[in-house]
């Protein structure tokens, strides 16, 4: 049986402070889940009408994830996710996992997608 991986431990400890802190945030929950996008951009029809409500529980659920130690990346389309630092290459450049995929930091605030790494080659230097 494989070890949980840093992403993993994250998300399950980014929940155990979701549910305590704000026990009904099921919305909350499907962004931690990547159920949700976390900006928010797949809300359609009524949900937009209610956009206050939906902002805050995002919130949540990404202070929630940087308590437990996640940040927040954009890939190279500015897509925003959910992120764990795993390490830095030879080159200073920071590479992160997320729920599906590694990236490496290509500009100072956008991502790149790995090609072909599994996660368990991508703990780089920690």
Known sequence: MMPPDRYS????????????EHPRASYALDVLHS????????????????????????SYALSAWKAAGGTEICNKHGKRLLAVEVGCDQDGRMHYDTKHNTYVQATKC?????????????????
Do not use: F, N, W
Request: net charge positive; hydrophobic share 35%; glycine share 8%.
């Open 35 to 58: 159920r949700q996008d976390p900006s928010g951009a797949d809300l359609k029809g009524k949900a937009s009408k209610y956009g206050g409500s939906y902002a805050r529980a995002r």
């Open 110 to 126: 956008r991502c790149a997608l790995v090609p072909d790494v599994s996660r368990e080659t991508s703990e780089v230097q920690a």
């Open 9 to 20: 431990e994250t998300l399950d400890a980014a929940e155990a402070i979701l549910l305590r």
